[in-house]
């Protein structure tokens, strides 16, 4: 008796879910919808007359109002009522503003339904103005990367000189090895200094130093971005201009 009625209720419970998770799935394609259609709409109030001049016309309400519900998806219109009485274009933006009012119960029980808002706003394009182009060409500096005791900068900020890649071994180990330029390894003058190398010590490839301590100066880099202009006098890592060529 008790299964018997709470498995109708279970079903419908279920029912009201799968409803609401589609009510999402609906409003994300008229959102979708909406900013597509509003997107291109704003390229078109931006143009070019006969004389090549830039122009920038301001678009009619109605005009958007219809482009924009030619391209809601069908399927959303077939499960429900929408307008778009609420979009305008003013001050140079465009609002496409969108009520749902999705279709709720069937034919032996009646729902009512309330209306779902689904908004997109852009500013109209108008163009860049050759003064515009040209300040914001200046503007644009490039960006390159230095240490607070580095002799060159650097253009990739994934270079090995900059991004340590730690590498750990013993002493007699690292006394057969040599680094990326054929040096060999010396003791790190802070942390080793003239003291006894730990049974283990770290270097890199590009280093020409090992060091007893991770936390040791010569393992860390305090790296800064400035522009070009800043880090003039220094030349650029012959690594990154390697790999820039």
């Known amino acids: 008796m008790e299964a018997s009625l709470a498995l109708p209720v279970f079903l419908i419970a279920v029912l009201v879910l799968l409803k609401i998770v589609d009510l999402y799935r609906l ?15 704003s390229v078109c109030a931006y143009a070019v007359d006969e004389a090549g001049k830039e122009t920038y016309e301001m678009l009619e309400t109605a005009a958007c109002i219809a482009y924009a519900e030619t391209k809601i998806p069908k399927e959303i219109r077939e499960n429900g009522t929408v307008t778009l009485a609420g979009s305008r274009v003013k001050n140079g933006w465009l609002e496409l503003k ?18 779902i808002m689904a908004c997109a706003k852009v500013h109209l394009f108008c163009g860049r103005t050759e003064e ?9 500096k490039q960006m390159v990367w230095v240490t607070e005791s580095g002799s060159v900068y650097h253009t990739d900020s994934s270079c090995s000189h900059i991004n340590l890649s730690i590498q750990v071994s013993s002493p007699e180990a690292l006394a057969w090895k040599r680094n990326q330029d054929g040096e060999k390894y010396k003791e790190c003058e802070q942390c080793v200094g003239n003291g006894v190398a730990g049974a283990e010590v770290y270097y890199t490839k590009y280093g020409n130093r090992y060091h007893n301590s991770l936390s040791c100066q010569g393992l860390k ?8 202009e800043q880090a003039k006098g220094l ?3 012959s690594k990154c201009a390697k790999k820039a060529a």
């Open 132 to 140: 515009e182009t040209d300040e914001e060409e200046s503007e644009a």
């Open 27 to 41: 409003h994300g394609m008229l959102t979708v919808s909406l900013q597509e259609s509003a997107r291109y709409l």
């Open 221 to 228: 880099r305090k790296v800064r971005l400035v522009t070009l």
């Open 235 to 237: 030349p650029q890592c």
């Open 98 to 115: 969108a009520i749902y009012w999705p279709k709720m119960g069937n034919r032996l029980v009646t729902v009512r339904s309330r209306g």
